[in-house]
């Protein structure tokens, strides 16, 4: 028999040699189908990540096991920018043996690191060289060989650097390259999430800040106008403050008595001088005038949307649990708790100290005239309350 291929054999073979480069060729999309999916997957839980975490070290932490996973690398870091002093400084990272990553505080434009952050393009280096890193040790002790580093940017601006080290040589595709800054531009989102956040955080601080000191600012100047009563307002607002959490009241509404016992005397900006400081009784006239400034203090603080839950004590401290007080004539527990709270921490300082008037009553005869006043003036439950605090005072 002849050993000759023939053209039907030939033809045989070629089939044979298609079929499997077929396989080969779908086996290959398969894989690469496969990987992208998985590449997909990563960033898709990212994405989740970043919409449901500001924290910044927890985020990058996550987005750190994703790269050093799915981008099969020995170690990562992270090293944010700081605009302000001009370095790039290592913030996290995974996979170093040694703690000369840490190091990392270099002026931008300086070392591989510095120069990403200037130029904003991603530096490659299958082979990489121990002069490019600051300190010189990093290489070495790590036994580094390949390293790939990208900018971190968030809307035109830079963040930051991510640094990927291998210990083996690497000559990645522009896929992997594509993947890695498509990270990288993950990261630079949380970051930039994080920063706002922070500054949002910061900026509400700030201004609560200025709304509590200008708080203070009216009721010195109120103690101020009214001489005879000075530091009255901030007795009574420090005793309204544990009697209120004795009461069990709960952290937000305190902020808010806080609030409304610094300003309950507000109303009384409205009142003239002649009346505010007459040594002597008032005239019907005069006290019908004087009554108003519960009314003045609703009016001035009503349109001040972070004031609006603090009306409560300026409005109606002045309400009588049997319905005999005013401005509205409320009764017992249609008046608000915290207003009830504050009437007989108020009564209470006002008989203890001296006026122009008449001289401070003693500590025991105005506890005397609270009890008298239960079920008439006061709420009873508030009354026993602040027994209780006074004797735990002591």
Not at 53 to 61: F, G, P
Not at 135 to 155: D, H, M
Not at 352 to 370: C, F, G, V
Request: contains cysteine.
């Amino acid at each position: 028999r002849s050993s000759e291929i023939t053209h039907s054999d030939l033809r045989l073979l070629l089939s044979i040699g298609d079929i499997l480069a077929n396989g080969i060729h779908r086996e290959i999309l398969r894989e690469e189908t496969a990987k992208q999916l998985d590449r997909l997957s990563t960033l898709r839980s990212i994405d989740k990540v970043l919409t449901s975490i500001v924290d910044q070290s927890v985020v990058l932490n996550f987005i750190i096991e994703q790269v050093a996973t799915r981008l099969e690398i020995d170690a990562i870091a992270i090293h944010l920018y700081n605009p302000i002093s001009h370095r790039v400084q290592y913030v996290d990272g995974r996979g170093f043996l040694t703690t000369e990553i840490q190091k990392t505080n270099v002026m931008i434009g300086e070392y591989n690191v510095g120069r990403v952050a200037l130029n904003k393009k991603t530096l490659r280096k299958p082979s990489v060289t121990v002069e490019d890193f600051p300190g010189g040790n990093l290489i070495q002790r790590e036994k580094f060989v390949s390293y790939f580093a990208t900018p971190i940017i968030a809307k035109g601006q830079i963040k930051g650097v991510m640094e990927v080290f291998n210990r083996n040589h690497m000559t990645p595709d522009e896929e992997w390259i594509n993947y890695l800054e498509t990270l990288a531009g993950q990261t630079a989102i949380a970051i930039d999430n994080s920063q706002m956040f922070e500054g949002l955080q910061r900026s509400n601080f700030e201004l609560s800040m200025a709304y509590e000191a200008t708080i203070e600012g009216w009721s010195k100047a109120m103690d101020l106008r009214d001489k005879e009563t000075e530091g009255h307002t901030q007795r009574v607002t420090e005793m309204t403050i544990k009697l209120a959490q004795m009461a069990g009241m709960d952290e937000d509404e305190m902020i808010h008595i806080r609030r409304g016992s610094l300003l309950h005397d507000m109303g009384k900006l409205g009142i003239p001088d002649r009346i505010l400081h007459k040594p002597g009784a008032l005239d019907p006239e005069e006290w019908e005038l004087m009554k108003k400034h519960t009314i003045f203090a609703y009016e001035m603080l009503a349109p001040i949307d972070y004031l609006k839950k603090a009306i409560d004590i300026p409005y109606c401290h002045h309400e009588r649990w049997d319905g005999s007080g005013y401005p509205r004539g409320l009764s017992g527990e249609q008046i608000p708790m915290a207003a009830r709270i504050f009437a007989v921490v108020d009564v209470y300082d006002a008989l203890t100290s001296d006026r122009p008037y008449r001289p401070a009553w003693t500590k025991q005869k105005t506890l005397d005239y609270i009890v008298e006043n239960k079920f008439k003036q006061f709420d009873p439950k508030v009354v026993d309350l602040f027994l209780k605090f006074i004797a735990f005072e002591k």
